[in-house]
Protein backbone atom coordinates (compact mmCIF):
# COMPACT_ATOMS: atom_id res chain seq x y z
CA UNK A 1 0.00 0.00 0.00
CA UNK A 2 3.06 2.53 1.24
CA UNK A 3 4.74 1.65 -2.16
CA UNK A 4 1.38 2.31 -4.13
CA UNK A 5 1.39 5.59 -2.65
CA UNK A 6 5.12 6.39 -2.99
CA UNK A 7 5.62 5.09 -7.05
CA UNK A 8 3.93 7.96 -8.26
CA UNK A 9 5.93 10.73 -6.37
CA UNK A 10 9.27 9.00 -7.21
CA UNK A 11 8.62 8.97 -10.64
CA UNK A 12 7.53 13.03 -10.04
CA UNK A 13 10.93 13.67 -8.77
CA UNK A 14 13.38 11.17 -11.36
CA UNK A 15 11.28 12.98 -13.99
CA UNK A 16 11.44 16.83 -13.05
CA UNK A 17 14.30 16.41 -11.05
CA UNK A 18 16.42 14.56 -14.63
CA UNK A 19 14.58 17.42 -16.58
CA UNK A 20 15.96 20.10 -14.84
CA UNK A 21 19.76 19.29 -15.71
CA UNK A 22 18.38 18.39 -19.08
CA UNK A 23 17.87 22.43 -20.05
CA UNK A 24 20.91 23.23 -18.20
CA UNK A 25 23.31 25.70 -20.64
CA UNK A 26 26.47 27.37 -21.00
CA UNK A 27 27.07 30.90 -22.36
CA UNK A 28 30.11 33.01 -23.23
CA UNK A 29 29.96 36.62 -21.41
CA UNK A 30 32.14 39.22 -21.95
CA UNK A 31 33.41 42.23 -20.77
CA UNK A 32 35.84 45.18 -22.71
CA UNK A 33 36.79 48.44 -22.07
CA UNK A 34 34.96 51.51 -22.82
CA UNK A 35 35.09 53.19 -25.74
CA UNK A 36 36.42 49.90 -27.88
CA UNK A 37 34.41 48.49 -30.69
CA UNK A 38 34.20 44.91 -29.71
CA UNK A 39 30.48 44.19 -28.95
CA UNK A 40 29.90 41.06 -30.55
CA UNK A 41 25.58 40.53 -31.17
CA UNK A 42 24.41 37.92 -29.15
CA UNK A 43 27.29 37.73 -26.58
CA UNK A 44 25.63 39.08 -23.01
CA UNK A 45 27.71 41.61 -20.82
CA UNK A 46 29.78 40.38 -17.94
CA UNK A 47 27.90 42.97 -15.34
CA UNK A 48 24.37 42.15 -17.32
CA UNK A 49 24.82 38.52 -16.64
CA UNK A 50 25.49 39.23 -12.75
CA UNK A 51 22.54 41.34 -12.50
CA UNK A 52 20.49 38.45 -14.19
CA UNK A 53 21.70 35.92 -11.76
CA UNK A 54 21.51 37.75 -8.90
CA UNK A 55 18.10 38.96 -9.48
CA UNK A 56 17.34 35.35 -10.01
CA UNK A 57 18.48 34.31 -6.87
CA UNK A 58 16.16 32.20 -4.46
CA UNK A 59 17.70 31.00 -1.41
CA UNK A 60 21.65 31.61 -1.83
CA UNK A 61 23.92 32.74 -3.04
CA UNK A 62 27.95 32.30 -2.69
CA UNK A 63 30.62 34.27 -3.99
CA UNK A 64 34.70 33.42 -4.30
CA UNK A 65 36.84 36.83 -5.29
CA UNK A 66 39.90 37.43 -5.28
CA UNK A 67 38.89 41.11 -3.68
CA UNK A 68 35.97 43.63 -4.40
CA UNK A 69 36.48 47.23 -5.66
CA UNK A 70 33.99 49.50 -6.47
CA UNK A 71 33.31 53.28 -7.30
CA UNK A 72 29.83 55.43 -6.97
CA UNK A 73 27.88 55.56 -10.32
CA UNK A 74 29.60 52.78 -12.18
CA UNK A 75 28.64 48.98 -13.34
CA UNK A 76 30.36 47.40 -10.04
CA UNK A 77 28.05 49.61 -7.38
CA UNK A 78 25.00 48.08 -9.23
CA UNK A 79 25.99 44.67 -8.86
CA UNK A 80 26.21 45.41 -5.09
CA UNK A 81 23.38 47.31 -4.90
CA UNK A 82 21.23 44.40 -6.10
CA UNK A 83 23.46 41.66 -3.99
CA UNK A 84 22.46 43.94 -0.78
CA UNK A 85 18.48 44.10 -2.40
CA UNK A 86 19.02 39.72 -2.36
CA UNK A 87 20.23 39.56 0.95
CA UNK A 88 17.16 42.07 1.81
CA UNK A 89 14.86 39.54 0.56
CA UNK A 90 15.92 36.76 2.59
CA UNK A 91 18.69 35.22 0.14
CA UNK A 92 21.56 34.28 2.42
CA UNK A 93 24.65 35.60 1.07
CA UNK A 94 28.51 34.60 1.61
CA UNK A 95 31.26 36.23 0.34
CA UNK A 96 35.00 35.07 0.52
CA UNK A 97 38.31 37.15 -0.52
CA UNK A 98 41.83 36.70 -0.66
CA UNK A 99 43.43 37.76 2.73
CA UNK A 100 46.32 39.62 0.40
CA UNK A 101 44.26 42.05 -1.21
CA UNK A 102 41.75 42.78 1.26
CA UNK A 103 44.02 45.41 3.30
CA UNK A 104 44.32 46.81 0.04
CA UNK A 105 40.62 47.07 -0.94
CA UNK A 106 38.77 46.16 2.59
CA UNK A 107 36.14 48.99 1.98
CA UNK A 108 33.60 46.91 0.21
CA UNK A 109 33.67 43.94 1.42
CA UNK A 110 33.34 46.02 5.31
CA UNK A 111 30.14 47.50 3.86
CA UNK A 112 28.49 43.68 2.61
CA UNK A 113 29.57 42.68 6.45
CA UNK A 114 26.99 44.98 8.04
CA UNK A 115 24.01 43.55 6.83
CA UNK A 116 22.82 40.35 8.74
CA UNK A 117 22.02 38.05 5.37
CA UNK A 118 25.63 38.40 4.46
CA UNK A 119 28.44 36.87 5.89
CA UNK A 120 31.91 37.68 4.79
CA UNK A 121 35.46 35.63 5.58
CA UNK A 122 38.75 36.13 4.22
CA UNK A 123 41.25 33.19 2.77
CA UNK A 124 44.80 33.48 3.65
CA UNK A 125 45.70 30.83 0.67
CA UNK A 126 49.51 31.07 1.32
CA UNK A 127 49.17 28.80 4.49
CA UNK A 128 47.58 26.24 2.07
CA UNK A 129 48.95 26.10 -1.17
CA UNK A 130 51.84 28.94 -0.84
CA UNK A 131 50.02 31.06 -2.97
CA UNK A 132 46.69 33.52 -3.05
CA UNK A 133 42.91 32.83 -3.86
CA UNK A 134 42.91 33.85 -7.36
CA UNK A 135 39.81 32.68 -8.17
CA UNK A 136 37.23 34.39 -9.40
CA UNK A 137 33.17 32.75 -9.54
CA UNK A 138 29.95 32.56 -7.62
CA UNK A 139 26.85 29.97 -7.43
CA UNK A 140 23.08 30.82 -6.73
CA UNK A 141 20.91 28.17 -5.32
CA UNK A 142 23.21 25.70 -6.19
CA UNK A 143 22.38 25.19 -9.41
CA UNK A 144 23.49 28.54 -11.76
CA UNK A 145 26.98 30.02 -11.55
CA UNK A 146 29.69 32.32 -12.98
CA UNK A 147 33.12 31.70 -13.22
CA UNK A 148 35.47 33.21 -15.10
CA UNK A 149 38.62 36.03 -15.54
CA UNK A 150 36.47 39.10 -14.23
CA UNK A 151 37.27 40.17 -10.62
CA UNK A 152 34.73 41.97 -8.77
CA UNK A 153 35.87 45.29 -9.78
CA UNK A 154 34.50 48.47 -11.44
CA UNK A 155 37.51 48.38 -13.77
CA UNK A 156 37.24 44.68 -14.98
CA UNK A 157 33.16 45.81 -16.17
CA UNK A 158 34.22 48.59 -17.90
CA UNK A 159 37.80 49.00 -18.43
CA UNK A 160 39.36 45.76 -19.09
CA UNK A 161 38.68 42.81 -21.47
CA UNK A 162 37.35 39.70 -19.85
CA UNK A 163 35.45 36.55 -20.61
CA UNK A 164 33.70 34.35 -18.59
CA UNK A 165 30.45 31.02 -18.53
CA UNK A 166 27.67 31.25 -17.10
CA UNK A 167 26.00 28.03 -16.17
CA UNK A 168 22.27 27.45 -15.48
CA UNK A 169 20.96 24.49 -14.10
CA UNK A 170 24.09 22.64 -14.28
CA UNK A 171 25.59 19.60 -12.38
CA UNK A 172 28.93 22.26 -12.35
CA UNK A 173 27.34 24.43 -10.10
CA UNK A 174 27.53 21.71 -7.53
CA UNK A 175 30.84 20.72 -8.15
CA UNK A 176 31.72 24.40 -7.78
CA UNK A 177 30.23 24.29 -4.93
CA UNK A 178 32.11 22.20 -3.95
CA UNK A 179 35.11 24.24 -4.26
CA UNK A 180 33.40 27.23 -2.17
CA UNK A 181 32.44 25.49 0.96
CA UNK A 182 36.33 23.60 0.95
CA UNK A 183 37.86 27.37 0.85
CA UNK A 184 34.73 28.26 3.23
CA UNK A 185 36.13 26.29 6.10
CA UNK A 186 39.34 26.83 5.41
CA UNK A 187 38.74 30.86 5.94
CA UNK A 188 39.25 32.94 8.82
CA UNK A 189 36.38 35.07 10.46
CA UNK A 190 37.64 38.95 10.38
CA UNK A 191 34.49 41.02 9.65
CA UNK A 192 31.53 39.82 11.36
CA UNK A 193 30.07 36.52 13.81
CA UNK A 194 29.51 33.24 11.70
CA UNK A 195 27.20 30.58 13.52
CA UNK A 196 29.18 27.30 14.64
CA UNK A 197 30.65 25.32 11.19
CA UNK A 198 27.86 22.65 9.99
CA UNK A 199 28.35 19.81 7.85
CA UNK A 200 29.58 21.04 4.50
CA UNK A 201 27.56 20.62 1.20
CA UNK A 202 31.11 19.50 -0.19
CA UNK A 203 30.79 16.56 2.48
CA UNK A 204 27.41 15.26 1.82
CA UNK A 205 26.64 16.34 -2.26
CA UNK A 206 26.42 13.30 -4.25
CA UNK A 207 27.94 13.31 -8.06
CA UNK A 208 26.26 14.01 -11.08
CA UNK A 209 27.46 13.94 -14.84
CA UNK A 210 27.32 16.92 -17.33
CA UNK A 211 28.46 16.14 -20.88
CA UNK A 212 28.90 19.81 -21.69
CA UNK A 213 31.54 20.87 -18.94
CA UNK A 214 33.82 19.62 -16.50
CA UNK A 215 34.61 21.81 -13.71
CA UNK A 216 38.83 22.16 -12.67
CA UNK A 217 40.68 23.47 -10.37
CA UNK A 218 43.85 24.86 -9.12
CA UNK A 219 46.48 23.73 -7.16
CA UNK A 220 46.37 20.03 -7.73
CA UNK A 221 47.53 19.52 -4.19
CA UNK A 222 44.37 20.52 -2.64
CA UNK A 223 41.79 19.99 -4.95
CA UNK A 224 38.08 18.72 -3.47
CA UNK A 225 37.46 15.27 -4.42
CA UNK A 226 36.43 14.61 -7.54
CA UNK A 227 37.53 17.67 -9.27
CA UNK A 228 40.54 17.33 -11.84
CA UNK A 229 43.89 19.56 -12.22
CA UNK A 230 43.41 22.53 -14.49
CA UNK A 231 46.83 21.96 -15.69
CA UNK A 232 46.32 18.37 -16.28
CA UNK A 233 43.53 19.08 -18.42
CA UNK A 234 45.60 22.00 -20.75
CA UNK A 235 48.08 19.94 -21.13
CA UNK A 236 46.03 17.31 -22.34
CA UNK A 237 43.97 19.39 -24.88
CA UNK A 238 47.02 20.86 -26.22
CA UNK A 239 48.43 17.63 -26.86
CA UNK A 240 45.32 15.93 -28.52
CA UNK A 241 44.76 19.09 -30.90
CA UNK A 242 44.76 18.79 -34.62
CA UNK A 243 44.33 21.74 -36.58
CA UNK A 244 44.28 24.72 -34.27
CA UNK A 245 45.22 26.19 -30.75
CA UNK A 246 43.83 29.86 -30.09
CA UNK A 247 45.05 31.13 -26.40
CA UNK A 248 43.92 34.82 -25.26
CA UNK A 249 46.06 35.46 -22.00
CA UNK A 250 47.02 38.43 -19.45
CA UNK A 251 50.05 37.17 -18.31
CA UNK A 252 52.44 34.66 -20.00
CA UNK A 253 55.67 34.06 -18.43
CA UNK A 254 58.15 31.09 -17.68
CA UNK A 255 59.40 32.42 -14.85
CA UNK A 256 59.33 31.23 -11.31
CA UNK A 257 57.42 33.42 -9.08
CA UNK A 258 59.81 33.23 -6.26
CA UNK A 259 62.65 33.36 -8.64
CA UNK A 260 65.45 31.03 -9.83
CA UNK A 261 67.82 29.79 -12.30
CA UNK A 262 65.87 27.77 -14.19
CA UNK A 263 62.56 27.98 -16.74
CA UNK A 264 58.85 26.92 -15.66
CA UNK A 265 58.32 25.30 -19.51
CA UNK A 266 55.47 22.98 -19.15
CA UNK A 267 53.10 25.18 -21.50
CA UNK A 268 55.32 26.23 -23.45
CA UNK A 269 57.28 23.29 -24.69
CA UNK A 270 53.39 22.13 -25.33
CA UNK A 271 52.44 24.33 -27.68
CA UNK A 272 55.93 24.27 -29.35
CA UNK A 273 55.46 20.72 -29.38
CA UNK A 274 52.02 21.32 -31.29
CA UNK A 275 52.96 23.59 -33.62
CA UNK A 276 55.92 21.78 -34.82
CA UNK A 277 53.49 18.98 -35.95
CA UNK A 278 51.52 21.32 -38.09
CA UNK A 279 49.06 22.48 -35.42
CA UNK A 280 48.67 26.49 -36.21
CA UNK A 281 49.11 28.56 -32.99
CA UNK A 282 47.58 31.88 -32.14
CA UNK A 283 48.21 33.71 -28.98
CA UNK A 284 46.72 37.07 -28.10
CA UNK A 285 48.82 38.42 -25.17
CA UNK A 286 48.33 41.12 -22.76
CA UNK A 287 51.43 43.85 -23.01
CA UNK A 288 51.73 43.11 -19.36
CA UNK A 289 53.37 39.47 -20.52
CA UNK A 290 55.59 41.19 -22.82
CA UNK A 291 57.24 42.81 -19.73
CA UNK A 292 57.31 39.59 -17.89
CA UNK A 293 59.14 37.51 -20.26
CA UNK A 294 59.72 39.41 -24.03
CA UNK A 295 62.66 37.00 -24.81
CA UNK A 296 60.43 33.90 -24.42
CA UNK A 297 57.50 35.36 -26.04
CA UNK A 298 60.18 35.78 -28.83
CA UNK A 299 61.39 32.94 -28.93
CA UNK A 300 57.75 31.36 -29.70
CA UNK A 301 57.06 33.90 -32.79
CA UNK A 302 60.32 32.41 -34.02
CA UNK A 303 58.45 28.91 -34.07
CA UNK A 304 56.91 28.36 -37.70
CA UNK A 305 53.30 27.65 -36.76
CA UNK A 306 53.02 30.42 -33.93
CA UNK A 307 51.54 33.56 -34.32
CA UNK A 308 51.49 35.79 -31.36
CA UNK A 309 49.66 39.24 -30.95
CA UNK A 310 50.23 41.82 -28.36
CA UNK A 311 47.02 43.63 -27.12
CA UNK A 312 47.06 47.22 -26.59
CA UNK A 313 44.18 49.28 -25.86
CA UNK A 314 43.99 53.33 -25.90
CA UNK A 315 43.67 55.66 -22.67
CA UNK A 316 39.93 56.05 -21.68
CA UNK A 317 38.82 59.67 -22.47
CA UNK A 318 38.17 60.59 -19.24
CA UNK A 319 42.03 60.44 -17.79
CA UNK A 320 44.35 57.82 -16.91
CA UNK A 321 43.55 54.68 -14.74
CA UNK A 322 45.70 51.96 -12.50
CA UNK A 323 45.71 48.48 -13.13
CA UNK A 324 42.83 49.18 -16.23
CA UNK A 325 42.37 49.51 -20.26
CA UNK A 326 44.03 45.58 -19.99
CA UNK A 327 43.15 42.47 -21.95
CA UNK A 328 43.21 40.24 -18.62
CA UNK A 329 40.79 37.43 -20.31
CA UNK A 330 42.38 33.32 -19.89
CA UNK A 331 41.12 31.19 -22.21
CA UNK A 332 41.70 28.29 -24.76
CA UNK A 333 39.85 27.18 -27.94
CA UNK A 334 41.19 23.78 -29.78
CA UNK A 335 40.41 22.78 -32.95
CA UNK A 336 37.22 24.49 -32.57
CA UNK A 337 36.03 21.71 -30.85
CA UNK A 338 36.74 22.08 -27.15
CA UNK A 339 38.05 24.90 -25.04
CA UNK A 340 38.62 26.18 -21.36
CA UNK A 341 38.17 29.18 -19.90
CA UNK A 342 39.33 29.92 -15.99
CA UNK A 343 41.14 32.52 -14.06
CA UNK A 344 44.39 31.31 -13.90
CA UNK A 345 47.46 33.60 -16.13
CA UNK A 346 50.16 31.06 -17.64
CA UNK A 347 52.56 31.11 -15.06
CA UNK A 348 53.77 28.88 -12.26
CA UNK A 349 52.35 30.02 -9.50
CA UNK A 350 48.66 29.98 -10.95
CA UNK A 351 48.37 26.67 -11.43
CA UNK A 352 50.56 25.00 -8.54
CA UNK A 353 50.19 27.22 -5.52
CA UNK A 354 47.40 29.46 -6.01
CA UNK A 355 43.63 28.84 -5.57
CA UNK A 356 41.63 29.16 -9.43
CA UNK A 357 39.01 27.17 -10.98
CA UNK A 358 37.96 27.15 -14.71
CA UNK A 359 36.01 24.75 -16.82
CA UNK A 360 36.41 22.11 -20.03
CA UNK A 361 33.53 23.22 -22.35
CA UNK A 362 31.72 21.19 -24.92
CA UNK A 363 29.05 22.81 -25.86
CA UNK A 364 28.72 23.94 -29.52
CA UNK A 365 27.23 27.53 -29.12
CA UNK A 366 29.79 28.28 -26.16
CA UNK A 367 32.74 27.43 -28.10
CA UNK A 368 31.47 29.45 -31.54
CA UNK A 369 30.60 32.58 -29.37
CA UNK A 370 34.04 32.18 -27.72
CA UNK A 371 35.75 31.67 -31.10
CA UNK A 372 34.01 35.43 -32.23
CA UNK A 373 35.16 36.99 -29.05
CA UNK A 374 39.21 35.86 -29.81
CA UNK A 375 38.70 36.43 -33.74
CA UNK A 376 36.79 39.82 -33.08
CA UNK A 377 39.98 40.75 -30.96
CA UNK A 378 42.91 39.51 -33.13
CA UNK A 379 41.34 40.93 -36.51
CA UNK A 380 40.65 44.90 -34.25
CA UNK A 381 43.12 47.34 -34.13
CA UNK A 382 43.83 46.22 -31.11
CA UNK A 383 45.81 43.86 -31.53
CA UNK A 384 49.06 44.03 -33.26
CA UNK A 385 51.65 41.25 -34.66
CA UNK A 386 54.86 40.68 -32.46
CA UNK A 387 58.52 40.39 -33.60
Partial sequence: MILRILRPLVWVFVLFGNFAWANSSVQIVQSFPLETDLAIPGIEST??????????ARTSIDIEQFYISSRTRERMSLVLDELLGAAARGVRVRVMVDSNFYSKFSNDPQMLSKFDQVEVRILDYSKIGGGVQHSKFFVVDRAHAYMGSANFDWLALSHIHEVGIVLRNSSEAENLQKVFEHDWNHAQVKLNEISPRRKSFFEVLSERSETLITLLASPS???????QSTLYQLLSMIQKAESSIQVQMYQYSTRFWKGGPSRWLVLHDAIQAAARRGVRVQLLLDRASFK??????????????IEVKK????????????YARLAHSKYMIV????SWIGSENWSENYFLSSRNVGAVIHAPKAITDLDRVFNRLWSSPYAFPYK
Avoid at 47 to 56: F, P, R, V
Avoid at 221 to 227: K, R, T, W
Avoid at 292 to 305: C, F, Q, R, V, Y
Avoid at 335 to 338: C, E, I, L, R, Y
Fill in 47 to 56: HQAWLSLIKG
Fill in 221 to 227: QDLPLGL
Fill in 292 to 305: MDSDEITKLTATPG
Fill in 311 to 322: IEFPQWSGGPLD
Fill in 335 to 338: DQKV
